[in-house]
């Protein structure tokens, strides 16, 4: 039984104010997979106490376990969201490929020039030195994503340390690295989101979040239409589809080559080094 059909099988146990807290939980299952304590209790309007109790008279140990189910169930939802759509996302090579292995792998080396040279073609150097400026104007910089967004967020850190520039990477699979973030977002903050396909659910609440509470966004994903882009300043994408993976660095780092290099003329740094 999922979290959801448990809150609503117990409901009728409830009391008034705990009813509330139910209500809400299953009226914003996304938000309950990263809301505090505190904010939960302003947004219904209760005490925490009550939160608290509501709980465990849904036979949970505490808060915390309430948004571990939620973020488990949405996990999984997401997941199935991503494999049931072969459009995004293919497991396998089709079995008819097999038969000629060297001329599937060819292809693929092809299509992956093909989007490179797309992505060089229409490019936007402009929008490159604008980031730069974003970066280079901000007193605290977090960068975050999850599985291939999250390398790629370390490897932009490590950039942005040969260009004396400290960049904080958060990976939003982790509770505690995304609450630390949150309560330290400040509106001289840069966030930099990292969302290529599966576009997880948490990098998307976080992006949100940081836009409530007025810090600047620089999104890097592969649409200009996707979620983490509708809330930013300023979005940079670059293609990620590959025909046996679900996604593809080879844009993305040529995208932060060309993004760190746009710091380094800013600072007038061209020297090389051997980061």
């Given at each position: ?46 005490t ?155 990098t ?9 509470q ?62």
């Amino acid at each position: 039984m999922d979290i959801i059909e448990n809150i609503k099988k117990r409901s009728t146990e409830l009391t008034r104010k705990q009813y509330m807290v139910a209500k809400y939980m299953i009226d914003h299952p996304d938000e309950m997979a990263y809301i505090t304590l505190k904010e939960l209790s302003q947004n219904i309007g209760v005490t925490e106490i009550t939160i608290l109790n509501t709980c465990a008279s849904l036979g949970y140990e505490g808060f915390t376990q309430i948004k571990y189910e939620f973020r488990k169930d949405i996990i999984q939802k997401q997941k199935t969201d991503v494999l049931d759509d072969s459009s995004v996302y293919t497991e396998k090579v089709s079995k008819y490929e097999h038969d000629n292995r060297e001329k599937v792998l060819s292809e693929i080396g092809d299509e992956e020039v093909k989007a490179i040279t797309d992505y060089w073609q229409n490019i936007d150097l402009k929008k490159y030195f604008e980031a730069a400026d974003l970066i280079l104007n901000s007193k605290q910089i977090f960068i975050c994503g999850r599985g291939i967004s999250w390398t790629m967020a370390e490897y932009m850190k490590n950039r942005l340390s040969s260009c004396e520039v400290l960049g904080i990477t958060v990976n939003t699979e982790l509770n505690d690295d995304v609450y630390g973030m949150l309560n330290s977002l400040t509106e001289e903050s840069l966030l930099i989101p990292i969302s290529f396909p599966d576009y997880y659910f948490m990098t998307t609440k976080v992006t949100e979040r940081a836009r409530m509470q007025n810090a600047k966004i620089l999104a890097i994903t592969d649409r200009l239409d996707t979620a983490v882009a509708q809330c930013a300043d300023l979005t940079l994408t670059a293609p990620t589809m590959t025909r046996v993976f679900l996604n593809t660095l080879t844009s993305p780092m040529l995208m932060l080559n060309l993004l760190t290099s746009a710091i380094k003329l800013k600072q007038g740094k061209t020297e090389l080094n051997e980061n």
